[in-house]
């Protein structure tokens, strides 16, 4: 059974995402593109990678965004052709399938394929690709999953927000080590990707497995630092998550965990909640013999910030 994940979910981490994410990875995965690279983002979501990588590549550059949600791939176009006009950029649609950014250094070339990953990389191009990248995906992948990518992938891989089990809810309650069992155990759930979800693991299994091909592995802490304001919303939706995960996979401590929800929820509602959730971020290097010389960075254009989307 393959995992669904909501749209509002998505939006309403995109902005904590993008504040959280490596610059220096980023910079080193861009360092190593050729003139006009060929992206594939794997679970690409509503598109929250490509509307802050992009503008970091800058130069003309082709997505090809895969999910199984066909919705989320429709998101995702209306989300980055909005968010492109907000701050002055052309956007327009070739034909129904490709949307172009016209952005000063070239433009982005933006199309979706719709592919269950667990058949993955057999159903993927990637003969198309200078670099595949993800985000928040590879903690939901089993470790044959990901052994069989490093192993067909011969381009840069980057995987951002790879959860770490780093988290922490401010200040201490009691049930917090409970309902951090039970999340920690509903992470390791079969998440349709042919086996346990690697969970907490990811960071050192991408390490593993592109370092078993002779890729070079580096990383860095992408961690989320959550208080109040404008992360009000989030914390809740985390409360919320923590505690149904945890009850799933604990009902006997149902009771508590339901009061450690309400306890929480309500330090929330009076601004006295902060949390800080472990992620890393991963890029994965080929060795460099033969690869084309990166082109000069132009300057960069920027997306917009997190706006509510335009719906069909
Ligand atoms: C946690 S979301 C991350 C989305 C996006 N990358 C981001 O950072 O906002 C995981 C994404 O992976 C997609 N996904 C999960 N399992 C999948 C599968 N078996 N095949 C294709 N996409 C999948 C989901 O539809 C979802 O869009």
Same mark, same amino acid.
């Given at each position: 059974m393959s995992e669904e994940f909501e749209l509002d979910w998505l939006d309403l981490r995109e902005p904590h995402d993008a504040?959280?994410?490596?610059?220096?990875?980023?910079?080193a995965l861009i360092a190593r593109l050729p003139a006009r690279p060929r992206l594939m983002d794997l679970g690409a979501g509503t598109g929250s990678l490509f509307r802050w990588l992009?503008?970091?590549?800058?130069?003309?550059?082709?997505?090809?965004?895969?999910?199984?949600?066909?919705?989320?791939?429709?998101?995702?176009?209306?989300?980055?052709?909005?968010?492109?006009?907000?701050?002055?950029?052309k956007v327009t649609f070739p034909n129904r399938r490709t949307l172009l950014v016209h952005a000063p250094g070239g433009a982005w070339r933006v199309e979706a394929l719709?592919?269950?990953?667990?058949?993955?990389?057999?159903?993927?191009?990637?003969?198309?690709?200078?670099?595949?990248?993800c985000?928040?995906?590879? /903690?939901?992948?089993?470790? *044959?999953?990901? &052994?069989?990518?490093? $192993? %067909?992938?011969? =381009? !840069?891989f980057y995987a951002g927000l790879n959860v770490d089990g780093r988290d922490r809810f401010l200040p201490p309650v009691p049930g917090d080590a409970l309902v951090a069992r039970?999340?920690?155990?509903?992470?390791g759930r079969d998440k349709g990707?042919?086996?346990?979800?690697?969970?907490?693991?990811?960071?050192?299994?991408?390490?593993?497995?592109?370092g078993a091909q002779g890729y070079q592995v580096q990383a860095a802490a992408s961690d989320w630092v959550l208080r109040g304001g404008p992360a009000t919303s989030l914390l809740s939706e985390l409360v919320f998550g923590h505690a149904e995960a945890a009850i799933a996979q604990d009902f006997r401590h149902a009771a508590q965990i339901?009061?450690?929800?309400?306890?929480?929820?309500?330090?929330?509602?009076?601004?006295?909640?902060?949390?800080?959730?472990?992620?890393? /971020?991963?890029?994965?290097? *080929?060795?460099? &013999?033969?690869?084309? $010389? %990166?082109?000069? =960075? !132009?300057?960069?254009?920027?997306?917009?910030?997190?706006?509510?989307?335009?719906?069909?």
């Open positions: 504040a959280a994410r490596s610059e220096a990875l980023a910079e992009a503008p970091r590549i800058g130069r003309a550059q082709a997505w090809t965004l895969v999910d199984q949600n066909r919705e989320m791939t429709e998101a995702a176009f209306d989300t980055i052709a909005d968010r492109a006009e907000q701050v002055g950029l719709i592919a269950d990953l667990a058949h993955a990389p057999d159903n993927l191009p990637l003969q198309n690709a200078d670099a595949v990248v985000s928040a995906l590879c /903690d939901l992948v089993s470790a *044959p999953w990901l &052994a069989r990518m490093a $192993a %067909a992938i011969r =381009v !840069p039970g999340f920690a155990r509903d992470q990707f042919g086996g346990r979800a690697l969970g907490a693991k990811a960071a050192a299994e991408i390490a593993r497995a592109f339901s009061a450690w929800r309400e306890r929480r929820l309500q330090q929330g509602s009076l601004g006295r909640l902060q949390a800080r959730i472990g992620h890393r /971020d991963v890029l994965a290097l *080929p060795p460099e &013999a033969g690869w084309p $010389a %990166a082109a000069p =960075v !132009p300057a960069r254009a920027a997306m917009a910030p997190a706006l509510p989307r335009r719906r069909r």
